[in-house]
């Protein structure tokens, strides 16, 4: 993601917010499109992409 910097100041990049933000807009959109009224465990887990490596080992 490029940031133009502001004429007379230093634009500075947090690339871990920038991508925590990204993960929460990702959980709001899938919230937005639930049927149900939370978002289970599970599909939180989709959403954000997380494996469970002991799930590997099990299956």
Known sequence: MYVAPTP???AVQD???L???ELC???IIAA????EERLSPDRIDEVLKVTDPD???RG
């Open 8 to 10: 007379g100041k230093t």
């Open 15 to 17: 690339h871990v917010a």
């Open 55 to 57: 799930a590997q080992e």
């Open 25 to 27: 807009g990702d959980l």
């Open 32 to 35: 937005s499109a639930a049927d």
């Open 19 to 21: 991508a925590e933000i």
